[in-house]
Structures are given as structure tokens and as C-alpha cells.
């Protein structure tokens, strides 16, 4: 079953608001990473926090994590257009020697 | 650094061929990992290497399915033989070791016929 889920399924906003994007999982982690996928590319790393780290920011990227909840979320702030692309969470589980298992993802339309 | 790079970027087959996709990690890592995309399943990890010895393939969704790493900088994915239901974009992602952040090469958008 897949570690972690995302919610919502897809997003849309307007430029200059918030986004908001949650994920939950099953099972004790090491870490969970943030990553996001352009349309028909690769995914590209956003952010990771540690299992015993609560908050974590970069640009207007903040990542929360509450391992009481087994659950994160990802918040962008000032959305633009450019922000359009779909977010997935990966959990690097206890234990099994650094495989991420990443999520369904959500979708994310940011209107100018 | 030319990030991961994957070949070809686009596979068009018929059923029952050999499939081969071939995948060069960003030099000094030692862990790569191969995944699959599609719409119903979405990201699933196929198998992973450390040090180019393959750690987990659970992944792998059958005997058809076949990957090698002879060495630290190449590593190929063979699908023999191919089936509709193999149609998907397969990434190829290394990554310096431990429990590090991937980097995802552009993906081989494959289509069985």
C-alpha cells in the first residue's frame, strides 16, 4: 500500500495566494522528502526533514512534520504561475535502507 | 554536471519485443534507482543499487522485467518480453548514498504496441 498520501488530490489557486499540501503516512520514518514534477519531466528535489526536525524552510517553501500525526505538509507562499506542477511526498522508512516511497501526488494549477 | 541522463527518451515497440533502457547516474553517486510512472499506479520504485550491487527488487513486477549496474556510472533496464501493460515513463534516479535527496533523470516515456 503506498506510504504516503497526499491530500488534495489537485489545487488551483490564484497567483499570490497560499498553497497548501498534506501528507500522511503508516510507518516510523527517517526522513520525508518534498519533490515536484513539471509536466512530462523528471521529478526534482524541493526539501527533506528529518524525522527529529518539526519545520523546515527554504524560499517560500515550509515544511512541517508531526511524527505524533505521521504526517507533514508542504506550504507555498506567494504562489505564481510557475508554481504549476504536480507535489509528491516520499517517506524514507525505519529500516529499510534509504528507499523512498513516494506518494500519488497533487496537482497544483496556480491561475495568473 | 549533465545530471542523469537516460536514453532513448522515447520507445515506441511492439508486443513482445526486447526492451533496453539504458541510464547514467551524476558521477560519484553510488545509489540509483529505477522507477515506474503511470496515470493508475502513479511512482513506483522497480529497484534500487548501492554500489552497484542491487539491494531491494521487490519492485520488479516480473521475471520479464531485469536490471544490471556493471559499473558505477551505467546501468540498463530490459523488459523481454515487452507487453502493453508495460507502457509507462520509466525514471532512472541516483543519489550520493545514506539517506539523501534523488536526482531524477528525464524519464523513457515507453509505448508497447
Known amino acids: 500500500s503506498q506510504q504516503g498520501e497526499e491530500d488534495p488530490q489537485a489545487l488551483s489557486i490564484q497567483e499570490g495566494e497560499n498553497a497548501t499540501m498534506n501528507c500522511s503516512y503508516k510507518?516510523?520514518?527517517?526522513?520525508l522528502q518534498w519533490y515536484r514534477q513539471n509536466s512530462g519531466r523528471g521529478l526534482v528535489h524541493l526539501i527533506l526533514?528529518?524525522?527529529?526536525?518539526r519545520e523546515k524552510h527554504s524560499g517560500r517553501l515550509r515544511v512541517t512534520l508531526d511524527t505524533s500525526k505521521k504526517s507533514s505538509s508542504l506550504l507555498i507562499t506567494a504562489s505564481r504561475a510557475a508554481d504549476t506542477a504536480s507535489y509528491f511526498c516520499a517517506t524514507d522508512r525505519a529500516g529499510q535502507g534509504g528507499k523512498l516511497i513516494f506518494g500519488q501526488g497533487t496537482e497544483l494549477s496556480v491561475k495568473p | 554536471d549533465a545530471g542523469v541522463i537516460q536514453s532513448p527518451r522515447h520507445e515506441v515497440t511492439e508486443m513482445g519485443q526486447e526492451v533496453t533502457l539504458r541510464c547514467k547516474p551524476i558521477s560519484g553517486h553510488n545509489s540509483l534507482f529505477w522507477y515506474r510512472q503511470t496515470m493508475m499506479r502513479g511512482l513506483e520504485l522497480l529497484i534500487y543499487?548501492?554500489?552497484?550491487?542491487?539491494?531491494?527488487d521487490s519492485g520488479m513486477p516480473e521475471d520479464r522485467f531485469s536490471a544490471k549496474m556493471p559499473n558505477a556510472s551505467f546501468s540498463t533496464l530490459k523488459i523481454q518480453p515487452s507487453e502493453p501493460r508495460d507502457s509507462a515513463v520509466y525514471f532512472c534516479?541516483?543519489?550520493?548514498?545514506?539517506?539523501?535527496?534523488?536526482?531524477f533523470g528525464p524519464g523513457t516515456r515507453l509505448t508497447v504496441l
Open positions: 526533514i528529518r524525522s527529529n526536525e
Open positions: 534516479a541516483s543519489g550520493a548514498g545514506g539517506r539523501d535527496e534523488q536526482f
Open positions: 543499487f548501492n554500489n552497484n550491487v542491487p539491494i531491494d
Open positions: 510507518t516510523s520514518i527517517n526522513n
